[in-house]
């Protein structure tokens, strides 16, 4: 598990270790203090290991990932750690671009081919990736980090077939806007967060899926219809998002 100690990723720690996973999360934070409770189980019987790595410091990268093949093989890997940066790309420091780029799409694809290369995934296990709802949209004042999350989603389908040969089903969530600290830190002012997605509800759903072998998983109703019209009106709905997040943050 990457980026455990908050938001969906903290979320999916809590619904696994509720369900007798023993998890290991890398993380450049420490866990929240109620990141490790249980949610929605009767008891928590998994261990949670918390492994302090900056994702976007390939070398620290590297040093984990050693200490992690070396370790027993994995049942469920989950690729959730992501950054955002907001407002209009050109008055975005390339520092800041490149973190995200390091951290949404860079450690995600190296942490897949490390640990399937060293045969550190168990045949029969699953591997989730998860990119994000504006896969099915243009997202204004966020480009670097629909970018980064785009890229991430055509390198997991194009890994589908490799992961196959070696027993490992591969699923790709597209969460839609969730009730985070993340996401209120990168929302337009004013943003309306009860109408964002409940993490707890995110996890189950994404992590049912990829326990399932599902191909996608996009969480919630209102998402999934999201996604269908972002393909069939691509234009009128990167208006929209225009409208509705670059604007005000403009402002």
Sequence with gaps: MTGGSAG????????????????????????QPDAQGASGCDSRTGAVRHHQCDLADRDALDQALKTLVDEEPFDLVVLNAGISAAGRFEDIDTATQLAVLRINTE????????????????????????????????YPGAAGYAASKDALA?????????????????????????RTAHAERYAPKGADASKRMDPDQAAHAILSDAISGRKTSIPGMPNRTFAIIGRL???????????????????
């Design 233 to 251: 009106a691509p234009k009128p709905v990167t208006a929209l998002m225009r409208r509705l997040i670059y604007a005000k943050l403009e402002g």
């Design 107 to 138: 450690a995600p694809m190296v942490i897949a081919a490390r640990l399937l290369g060293a045969k550190a995934v168990n045949p029969g296990a699953a591997m989730l990736f998860v990119s994000s709802l504006s896969h099915f949209t243009g």
């Design 8 to 31: 969906l990723g903290a979320a999916c720690v809590r619904w696994l270790a509720g369900r007798g996973f023993d998890v290991v999360s890398l993380d450049r934070d420490p866990p």
């Design 154 to 178: 055509v390198y997991a389908k194009s890994m589908r077939k490799a992961a196959k040969a070696r027993g490992v089903s591969i699923t790709v969530a597209f969460p839609g806007p969730l």
